[in-house]
């Protein structure tokens, strides 16, 4: 019998030890890790354009957020999906590659190459796609749910469990506890989230608050409550062990069921610098909705806690909650004001105000009106809500294409809106310009063509009345593909003698990019790039092959701010070692 109670002894005593952390009277949280993984070698499955596409990854262990790094100031377009053995992959998501999201310059924390992080729930393959390449490139991964290999994973269910019943037991012997807030809205402390496990690098610096940035942190929205506080450790590890920032970027966040948390540490009540607003950081303070507000607004419940936070944030700060104040650019890469200019802003405004950026999102962004209305009554705008919404019938066209752009005008019931003024703008330089007025149909539909002659945002507004409230439809971002002709030309060569080749670009582009291939082994490899200016819409170009094989060769124009990527048609140019009337006809058939 004492050899059995000895055998059964030691199982217990491990058990014992192993759930000992989460028996207490708080919500016990895993320790988080991180990891990395650098895709550069030879893991490109796809490249266009000067763009590359990964082939699916697997992580090191399975992660809940992950974003990119890289070295240099080069911000292309990012975007990435992720998938968990057995499942479906994600739709891709857009990631800003956040030069915007920065220290200001001159700052005691240092500025990086980056996308913003996403959190994604639990996965363990990713695919990433950028629109050019860049050089170091890092994933960096976190996981905060204790889920990153198969032992950590029942440790955690047993911990979680163990804790599960703890706090009941202690908060049934204990009963509630009510604590006054006073005028400050409930937000759940650094303590509550984890910030123990994020803690800050340095000491902080202080600036001023004279007005409140409102961002989005481009979050996947399918996370639950419970999930939420995980979000924001999260970010706080991202931002500071990838991004090498001194704590997150943030003074205060608030996820998509209104409930508010405390961000950078002091930040909530003191002027703390973050690193939101490049540029701007030192004269205002940022909060930032969880999620991706791209085309999914916040409800009244979030918009309200928005609203408690910022009324209460500019108070204690001795700012009025209404009206403009003047912010002074320190400068920075993705400023849209130069460094010393002095810009007047709303003291409740977007990240892209002053920034180029989409951030927080056109949802939200037009949102804004409603959430100033609600910090300076607490009530919001007066009138009925109303939806406008715009599609495009391509998301891109060629140089002098046409594309259509429908949309539909309703409440918030979803009731058609019949006989309303609708106006289609675009976006040139930092200003809408009305393209079309239009009127509304019986069903609330309106469609217009549109003849874009650059990449441009486009969008439509209603602008209300008595009754009805502004509303403007999500920006369209809509692309224009120039075009690239290589005019006729031989089909046949002769090692080392030039081939020449001419042809045409319009939009006009100041340079194109010749791209040869060579057929090497049953295969076409790439064995040349050469830059080519353009004069007046024209071009010339030429190449000397270097052996007798069959080339393939055409001209590409790579997408810049006025246009995206395009190439002319491939020309096949087969080389001989001799003259091609030398060659009897019937071999030059072949």
Same mark, same amino acid.
């Given at each position: 019998?004492?050899?059995?109670?000895?055998?059964?002894?030691?199982?217990?005593?491990?058990?014992?030890?192993?759930?000992?952390?989460?028996?207490?009277?708080?919500?016990?949280?895993?320790?988080?890790?991180?990891?990395?993984?650098?895709?550069?070698?030879?893991?490109? @499955?796809?490249?266009?354009?000067?763009?590359?596409?990964?082939?699916?990854?697997?992580?090191?262990?399975?992660?809940?957020?992950?974003?990119?790094?890289?070295?240099?100031?080069?911000?292309?377009?990012?975007?990435?999906?992720?998938?968990?053995?057995?499942?479906?992959?994600?739709?891709?998501?857009?990631?800003?590659?956040?030069?915007?999201?920065?220290?200001?310059?001159?700052?005691?924390?240092?500025?990086?190459?980056?996308?913003?992080?996403?959190?994604?729930?639990?996965?363990?393959?990713?695919?990433?796609?950028?629109?050019?390449?860049?050089?170091?490139?890092?994933?960096?991964?976190?996981?905060?749910?204790?889920?990153?290999?198969?032992?950590?994973?029942?440790?955690?269910?047993?911990?979680?469990?163990?804790? @599960?019943?703890?706090?009941?037991?202690?908060?049934?012997?204990?009963?509630?506890?009510?604590?006054?807030?006073?005028?400050?809205?409930?937000?759940?402390?650094?303590?509550?989230?984890?910030?123990?496990?994020?803690?800050?690098?340095?000491?902080?610096?202080?600036?001023?608050?004279?007005?409140?940035?409102?961002?989005?942190?481009? @979050?996947?929205?399918?996370?639950?409550?419970?999930?939420?506080?995980?979000?924001?450790?999260?970010?706080?590890?991202?931002?500071?062990?990838?991004?090498?920032?001194?704590?997150?970027?943030?003074?205060?966040?608030?996820?998509?069921?209104?409930?508010?948390?405390?961000?950078?540490?002091?930040?909530?009540?003191?002027?703390?610098?973050?690193?939101?607003?490049?540029?701007?950081?030192?004269?205002?303070?940022?909060?930032? @909705?969880?999620?991706?507000?791209?085309?999914?607004?916040?409800?009244?419940?979030?918009?309200?806690?928005?609203?408690?936070?910022?009324?209460?944030?500019?108070?204690?700060?001795?700012?009025?909650?209404?009206?403009?104040?003047?912010?002074?650019?320190?400068?920075?890469?993705?400023?849209?004001?130069?460094?010393?200019?002095?810009?007047?802003?709303?003291?409740?405004?977007?990240?892209?105000?002053?920034?180029?950026?989409?951030?927080?999102?056109?949802?939200?962004?037009?949102?804004?009106?409603?959430?100033?209305?609600?910090?300076?009554?607490?009530?919001?705008?007066?009138?009925?809500?109303?939806?406008?919404?715009?599609?495009?019938?391509?998301?891109?066209?060629?140089?002098?294409?046409?594309?259509?752009?429908?949309?539909?005008?309703?409440?918030?019931?979803?009731?058609?809106?019949?006989?309303?003024?609708?106006?289609?703008?675009?976006?040139?330089?930092?200003?809408?310009?009305?393209?079309?007025?239009?009127?509304?149909?019986?069903?609330?539909?309106?469609?217009?063509?549109?003849?874009?002659?650059?990449?441009?945002?486009?969008?439509?507004?209603?602008?209300?009345?008595?009754?009805?409230?502004?509303?403007?439809?999500?920006?369209?971002?809509?692309?224009?593909?120039?075009?690239?002709?290589?005019?006729?030309?031989?089909?046949?060569?002769?090692?080392?003698?030039?081939?020449?080749?001419?042809?045409?670009?319009?939009?006009?582009?100041?340079?194109?990019?010749?791209?040869?291939?060579?057929?090497?082994?049953?295969?076409?490899?790439?064995?040349?790039?050469?830059?080519?200016?353009?004069?007046?819409?024209?071009?010339?170009?030429?190449?000397?092959?270097?052996?007798?094989?069959?080339?393939?060769?055409?001209?590409?124009?790579?997408?810049?701010?006025?246009?995206?990527?395009?190439?002319?048609?491939?020309?096949?140019?087969?080389?001989?070692?001799?003259?091609?009337?030398?060659?009897?006809?019937?071999?030059?058939?072949?």
């Amino acid at each position: 019998m004492k050899r059995l109670a000895t055998a059964c002894l030691t199982p217990l005593a491990l058990l014992a030890c192993l759930v000992a952390p989460a028996l207490g009277s708080e919500r016990w949280q895993p320790d988080p890790v991180d990891f990395e993984l650098a895709p550069e070698q030879g893991l490109v @499955s796809a490249a266009s354009a000067g763009g590359v596409v990964s082939r699916p990854l697997r992580a090191p262990a399975r992660f809940n957020l992950v974003g990119l790094r890289w070295r240099g100031r080069t911000e292309p377009h990012v975007a990435v999906r992720v998938r968990r053995d057995g499942r479906r992959w994600s739709r891709w998501q857009a990631l800003d590659a956040h030069a915007d999201h920065n220290p200001d310059p001159r700052s005691g924390e240092r500025a990086v190459a980056a996308s913003d992080p996403l959190w994604v729930g639990e996965a363990d393959q990713v695919q990433y796609r950028l629109s050019r390449r860049v050089p170091a490139l890092r994933l960096h991964f976190v996981n905060v749910e204790g889920t990153a290999t198969a032992r950590e994973r029942a440790a955690t269910a047993l911990r979680r469990a163990a804790n @599960s019943v703890a706090t009941s037991v202690i908060s049934a012997l204990a009963g509630g506890e009510a604590r006054a807030q006073g005028e400050r809205p409930p937000v759940v402390s650094r303590a509550a989230w984890g910030a123990d496990k994020c803690r800050p690098r340095s000491r902080p610096e202080y600036g001023t608050v004279r007005a409140v940035y409102v961002h989005h942190t481009v @979050s996947l929205n399918d996370y639950s409550p419970e999930e939420a506080p995980g979000i924001v450790l999260a970010i706080c590890r991202y931002h500071r062990n990838s991004n090498g920032w001194n704590d997150i970027g943030y003074q205060a966040l608030v996820d998509k069921y209104g409930v508010l948390y405390e961000g950078r540490a002091g930040g909530l009540d003191k002027p703390v610098l973050g690193a939101h607003a490049q540029g701007y950081n030192a004269q205002a303070s940022g909060i930032a @909705s969880i999620g991706d507000n791209t085309a999914v607004g916040l409800s009244d419940t979030a918009l309200d806690s928005l609203a408690g936070y910022i009324r209460w944030k500019l108070t204690i700060h001795g700012q009025p909650l209404t009206g403009s104040t003047t912010l002074t650019s320190a400068g920075g890469a993705t400023s849209r004001y130069p460094a010393g200019r002095r810009v007047r802003v709303p003291r409740v405004l977007g990240h892209r105000d002053t920034n180029s950026t989409a951030c927080p999102g056109s949802a939200l962004y037009y949102q804004l009106d409603d959430l100033r209305n609600r910090v300076a009554t607490g009530e919001p705008l007066p009138g009925v809500a109303t939806f406008l919404t715009a599609s495009l019938s391509a998301p891109s066209t060629r140089y002098g294409g046409v594309v259509t752009l429908t949309g539909a005008l309703t409440d918030a019931a979803l009731t058609p809106l019949a006989g309303k003024p609708v106006r289609v703008q675009v976006l040139r330089g930092s200003r809408w310009r009305t393209l079309a007025q239009l009127t509304t149909d019986s069903t609330g539909a309106w469609s217009t063509p549109v003849l874009p002659v650059r990449t441009r945002l486009v969008r439509a507004t209603y602008a209300g009345d008595p009754v009805w409230r502004r509303s403007f439809s999500p920006e369209q971002l809509l692309r224009v593909r120039p075009l690239v002709k290589l005019a006729p030309g031989a089909t046949t060569g002769v090692r080392g003698a030039r081939v020449r080749l001419t042809g045409t670009v319009a939009p006009r582009k100041r340079r194109v990019y010749q791209v040869l291939q060579q057929r090497i082994r049953g295969s076409y490899r790439q064995v040349g790039v050469k830059s080519v200016r353009v004069r007046a819409g024209r071009f010339r170009s030429s190449f000397v092959p270097a052996f007798a094989a069959r080339y393939r060769v055409y001209v590409l124009a790579r997408a810049d701010a006025a246009t995206a990527a395009a190439r002319s048609r491939v020309r096949t140019v087969e080389v001989t070692p001799t003259p091609a009337s030398a060659i009897p006809s019937r071999a030059r058939g072949r």
